[in-house]
């Protein structure tokens, strides 16, 4: 017996799509302006920014892909798109982090000249940019965990543009050119600590664990408060998506119920387990050892 509930929060797939086109132009700005100012740190900046256009039009692929209705072959639809893409995004940024530390490292053994000017003008247009990219997308960021790869795409993008420009600036007036790939060092540190964060959690949906919001223990709990059912065993919790947590398990009752006075149990225990977050349940009913002992007792009696 299935119970059915929904709370899903709106994502607009509009904002991703003028995202893509912000970011698109400002790659294109940054790797010119990298190469002629011949700073790691806007080559740094552009990459990034390149990987934040290719994140968002997956991102946004996978947001129209995720509405698609189900059929016979896809029977959940393409939920699970987003999911994929979050991890694809999560782990391109740690891959363009580690290339980056190692090009900064390279940048502190042989250091090189860096037009200043570029390199501000630039990141100042970086600022604006990706700073209203994050806006747009800040509050379904909260809501989607696709939305929140592409959302930290570009807080990072944000970050580094602001120490673009502050190294511009340490360039410019004080000569340090030390500073350049010391912000890409800092900068790619922080983006491999916040993605990690996102692959651990899209691949322990993939790997339908349970989620970490959820205690087994206030499932057992929640059965507990109904005097007909004995227990709740053979538990398997998991989330489809973001929102939607499924729970399957095997209910024993303490007697041999009709049919009708099962199904009243297990709609007011679906309901309250909607309290704790679980959208979907499926239950296998079974006579306890309790309802076993009255059958065979009445079996025996005739």
Same mark, same amino acid.
């Given at each position: 017996m299935e119970h059915h509930h929904h709370h899903h929060h709106n994502v607009s797939g509009g904002k991703l799509l003028f995202s893509v086109i912000l970011n698109l132009v400002i790659t294109v700005a940054q790797f010119i302006g990298g190469i002629l100012s011949g700073s790691l740190a806007l080559l740094s900046d552009a990459l990034h920014n390149f990987s934040d256009v290719m994140s968002l039009v997956i991102s946004y692929y996978a947001h129209k892909l995720s509405h698609r209705?189900?059929?016979?072959?896809?029977? *959940?639809?393409?939920?699970?798109?987003?999911? @994929?893409?979050?991890? *694809?995004n999560a782990s391109v940024l740690i891959a363009v982090?580690?290339? @980056?530390?190692?090009?900064?490292? /390279?940048?502190?053994?042989?250091?090189?000249a860096v037009a200043s000017t570029w390199v501000m003008a630039l !990141?100042? @247009?970086g600022i604006v940019v990706n700073g209203l990219s994050a806006w747009m997308l800040h509050r379904d960021a909260d809501h989607n965990i696709n939305i929140r790869s592409a959302y930290l795409h570009l807080i990072g993008d944000l970050m580094t543009s602001f120490a673009v420009l502050a190294g511009g600036a340490m360039i410019y007036f004080y000569g340090w050119y030390w500073i350049d790939p010391l912000l890409s060092l800092l900068i790619s540190f922080y983006l491999i600590r916040s993605s990690y964060g996102i692959v651990k959690e899209s691949t322990g949906m993939l790997m339908q664990f349970a989620p970490s919001d959820i205690s087994v223990d206030a499932i057992i709990d929640k059965a !507990?408060? *109904?005097?007909?059912?004995?227990?709740? /065993? /053979?538990? /398997?919790?998991w989330q489809l998506d973001d929102e939607t947590?499924? @729970?399957?398990?095997?209910?024993?009752?303490?007697?041999?119920?009709?049919?009708s006075e099962v199904s009243a149990v297990i709609h007011d225990l679906s309901h309250a387990l909607e309290d704790i977050g679980i959208a979907h349940t499926t239950f296998q009913c079974e006579t306890g050892k309790n309802g076993r002992e009255a059958v065979s007792a009445s079996c025996h009696d005739h």
């Open positions: 209705p189900q059929n016979l072959k896809q029977t *959940f639809g393409f939920k699970r798109a987003e999911i @994929l893409a979050a991890l *694809f982090s580690v290339y @980056l530390i190692v090009e900064s490292i /390279h940048r502190f053994i042989e250091p090189q !990141a100042a @247009l !507990a408060q *109904f005097d007909a059912i004995e227990n709740i /065993h /053979h538990i /398997h919790l947590v499924f @729970l399957e398990a095997r209910l024993n009752f303490h007697q041999d119920l009709c049919l």
